[in-house]
């Protein structure tokens, strides 16, 4: 039996790890996952902003749980097919912002720039935190930088 759950135990991080497959996508993974993360976003604008936060809170621990696993599985500190990553960096981002088609827009945009040109402390993070939690915070971090480009714009726009 023990040997059945550890298979469905890693069946289960690679489909969370992959975003549900985006990361196998042949051009772009990274984009195709911050697009799942667009999804995600808009089933958690269903719910009141407690269970927005809540739910990304749950994004980021079964990704830091789904990515470690995979990571090992592939021996790799990073495996390109892991995407969760950018669905939690696309979603935290976009959820931050009003909305509108225009600022999610920007937001998705933001967020991959940031999370592909990584700046400090995002490439800090990226060097220096290792398995799952790194997979993980260093998006965390673009979405920061992405969220602290946008957000302010946003606020004084809507005046």
């Known amino acids: 039996m023990s040997r059945l759950v550890h298979r469905v135990k890693q069946g289960l991080a690679h489909t969370l790890a992959l975003s549900f497959g985006a990361g196998l996508s042949p051009v772009w993974p990274g ?8 999804l995600c976003a808009v089933l958690l604008r269903t719910v009141p902003p ?21 990571a090992r599985a592939c021996r790799e500190d990073d495996p390109q097919c ?19 088609p225009l600022w999610w827009a920007l937001g998705f ?9 990584k700046p400090f402390p995002v490439n800090w993070v990226q060097d220096h ?8 915070l260093d998006d965390a971090a ?6 602290a480009v946008l ?6 726009l809507a005046v």
Do not use: C, H, N
């Open 31 to 38: 984009t195709v996952g911050a697009a799942v993360g667009l």
């Open 50 to 70: 407690a269970g927005q936060v809540a739910g990304l809170v749950l994004m980021l621990m079964i990704g830091i749980w789904a990515s470690a696993i995979v």
């Open 82 to 100: 892991v995407v969760i990553d950018e669905s939690f960096g696309a979603a935290a981002t976009v959820l931050a912002l009003p909305p509108e």
């Open 109 to 117: 945009v933001a967020f991959r720039f940031f999370d592909i040109v």
């Open 129 to 136: 935190v290792k398995g799952g939690t790194g997979i993980m």
């Open 142 to 147: 673009a979405a920061l930088y992405a969220i």
């Open 151 to 156: 957000w302010p714009v946003s606020r004084l």
